[in-house]
């Protein structure tokens, strides 16, 4: 069960699986950097303190800045849209392959609060300022490459094509990475023709 509170995750863990709080549990090491991190960004930022997603959430005026985890081997410090943020040292690293704003920073000790004191300060200002419009940002809405199977599919059938285009970008993002997942072309093919109703009725293939 995910912990629900603030404190419970600063104390206890996450709360994902039976071990949360025991002394088998996997994230427990890096309660101590949780807790310098919540002492810090209390200290310096105006952020504000919410739970979401079952993790610590920060804010600003209603906007998520960041969001803070506890993960196995460090804690990762998330930024909603760190894909903006002045990166020079390539120092925000990338949650997946097809992550398209957040990028975070795994800090692995407490050292790491106090070594990065300015850039962190930096981060979250930059964050706050995309936000609130002060500093312009326009994010990649790039879609990824079509699978050719995709457009093999509304060659035969330009109802399909039209459905799809009409589909938000984020619906057509979701569509194509999973498409894309399939190894084989069959599979994708497959996959494909099964959610071709769900396209032209205008839902995510999740939905």
């Known amino acids: 069960m995910l912990s629900t509170t603030i404190e419970t995750y600063y104390t206890q863990g ?87 704003y957040t990028r975070y920073f795994p800090l692995v000790d407490t050292k790491s609060i ?17 936000e609130t419009g002060v500093m312009s940002w326009s994010p990649d809405e790039r879609l990824p490459d079509y699978p050719p199977e995709l457009l093999e599919a509304f060659q035969q059938d330009p109802s399909l094509q039209k459905a799809f285009q009409t589909l938000t970008p984020g619906r057509q993002r979701g569509y194509i990475l999973y498409f894309n997942s399939a190894k084989q072309s069959a599979t994708r093919r497959t996959r494909i023709e099964k959610l071709k109703p769900k396209i032209i009725a205008g839902k995510g293939y999740q939905e």
Request: a neutral charge.
């Open 14 to 100: 996450c709360g994902r699986c039976a071990l949360s709080g025991t002394p088998e549990c996997k994230a427990l090491p890096q309660i101590p950097v949780l807790q310098a991190f919540r002492n810090w960004i209390q200290h310096y930022t105006a952020l504000q303190e919410e739970m979401k997603w079952g993790s610590p959430c920060y804010t600003y005026k209603g906007k998520n800045i960041l969001i803070f985890a506890s993960l196995k081997e460090y804690a990762a410090l998330s930024f909603l849209k760190g894909a903006g943020l002045t990166d020079p040292q390539h120092l925000l690293l990338y949650p997946g392959e097809n992550s398209r």
């Open 114 to 130: 106090s070594l990065h004191h300015n850039q962190l300060l930096q981060w979250i200002e930059e964050g706050i300022a995309i």
